[in-house]
């Protein structure tokens, strides 16, 4: 177990000597907890951990602010963490647009629908904002100091256990610092993950390319929709940001990833131009900078702990960004493993404490994990199908009897694989449980 260094019900008050954002050096050798990694993971733990009195240490080897490949995407569940974790104000006063709308177009048919119940929005806000947002409030709150442009080198062990990192700041000598607890929030590529040879499971390689960038100009829906385009076998998706600014992005197939590669702004536009009218929206739209891509995302579950180390974020837990959950799911895991810590650091044993963690955060991400691996896994829609939609939405009648029936339809053997009928279970719940939904008839 972990020794507690706080008297017992008492934060330590704040340090405005360790509220900085890396003008100076490391301000002392050693702290409750060095989190490796700046971003959404790393900032909200950082957050969290110094609000409750623990002495935090949080480097990134990135200046900051900075962007860095993202979906972008904050569904109504993570709107509703940022609020929780009191940081929500000071990310929308950046002017993002609330999203309260949910499009799909399936070749040539349109389904719509509020992206939650009365009240619910989404946000898309822009990574180097974002990121700097979370990082000034961990660093507000006290408790939590700051350095960007600080690499991790390497851990370092005693009796097999994990005691602290060497860290090294641009231009400067290594130094090392110690630590009860050292935590890789260092992204998918996480050194932190590979000096303690975390084990994978659930693993799947990437599935698809994708490539998005920021456009300018793109003509707006009446209201702030984001629209997902599913047409032959790619996937194409609008993020409406701040005013006049959209994130246009696309999932294609492997044999398409060196097209991209070679050209990849304009064969994001001429594909995207492809999509049901959006060759008029596009007409006088104009990309900022370069579009950003990956040849496809690695999907795995880690082993989240071990002795003196754990990890979240991408470092734990990663999988393809066509559902768009990813900075939810960091956010999330803050909150799980925020208690976790905090009762570790508190004296609790750490490996039942962090078992634990890692029971509640498999049990909470599996089916979301499942469903989009078979969402990103799904073919083109066969014409037969398409055919069926097709007479559907043209005769309003059908639509109204088949909503009706979408209980009991769905629910049958066969037609939605489970990973992703509990997925929407889950949502329909999100819906039902809303002030003023409709009661269900007994």
Not at 30 to 40: A, H, L, N, T, W
Not at 227 to 255: H, K, T, Y
Not at 310 to 321: H, I
Not at 398 to 426: C, D, K
């Amino acid at each position: 177990m972990l020794s507690r260094t706080h008297p017992e019900g008492r934060a330590a008050e704040p340090d405005p000597a360790r509220a900085d954002h890396g003008s100076d050096g490391i301000s002392r050798d050693e702290y409750d907890v060095v989190i490796v990694g700046g971003r959404v993971a790393g900032a909200s733990l950082a957050l969290l951990l110094g609000q409750r009195g623990h002495r935090v240490l949080l480097i990134d080897r990135d200046r900051f602010p900075s962007d860095t490949l993202s979906t972008h995407y904050m569904g109504p569940p993570a709107v509703a963490l940022l609020r929780r974790l009191g940081v929500l104000e000071d990310v929308e006063a950046s002017g993002l647009r609330r999203i309260t709308r949910m499009r799909s177009y399936v070749h040539d048919c349109v389904l719509e629908g509020p992206v939650g119940p009365t009240g619910a929005y989404s946000l898309a806000p822009r990574r180097d904002r974002f990121d700097a947002t979370l990082v000034e409030h961990a660093v507000r709150r006290g408790n939590v100091e700051f350095h960007d442009r600080t690499r991790a080198e390497r851990l370092i062990e005693e009796e097999g256990r994990v005691v602290g990192v060497v860290a090294r700041r641009t231009g400067e000598d290594p130094r090392e610092v110690r630590a009860r607890v050292v935590v890789g929030a260092d992204g998918k590529h996480s050194q932190v993950a590979a000096w303690v040879q975390a084990s994978s499971y659930e693993a799947v390689p990437g599935l698809r390319p994708g490539y998005y960038g920021y456009f300018h100009g793109v003509a707006p829906l009446v209201e702030p929709t984001v629209e997902l385009f599913f047409q032959g076998d790619q996937m194409g998706f609008v993020f409406p940001m701040e005013p006049g600014l959209d994130c246009l992005a696309i999932e294609a197939q492997p044999r398409d990833f060196e097209e991209f590669r070679r050209a990849p702004e304009a064969v994001l536009v001429e594909r995207f131009k492809q999509f049901p009218g959006m060759a008029a929206r596009l007409s006088r739209a104009e990309i900022e900078g370069s579009a950003l891509g990956t040849r496809g995302i690695d999907n795995y579950l880690r082993k989240p702990f071990g002795p003196g180390w754990v990890l979240t974020g991408d470092a734990g837990y990663c999988k393809d960004p066509s559902t768009g959950l990813g900075m939810g799911d960091a956010l999330a895991q803050a909150f799980l493993l925020d208690g976790s810590l905090d009762a570790a650091l508190n004296g609790a044993d750490w490996e039942s404490t962090l078992a634990e963690f890692q029971r509640r955060r498999d049990e909470a991400v599996m089916p979301f994990y499942q469903a989009t691996l078979a969402y990103t896994r799904a073919a083109d829609i066969p014409p037969e199908s398409l055919a069926w939609l097709r007479a559907v939405v043209s005769l309003p009648s059908i639509v109204r009897m088949l909503t009706a029936a979408l209980p009991v339809a769905v629910a049958a053997p066969g037609v939605l694989p489970p990973p992703t009928y509990r997925q929407l279970e889950t949502m329909v719940s999100y819906f039902a449980a809303a002030p003023g939904a409709p009661e269900a008839k007994r």
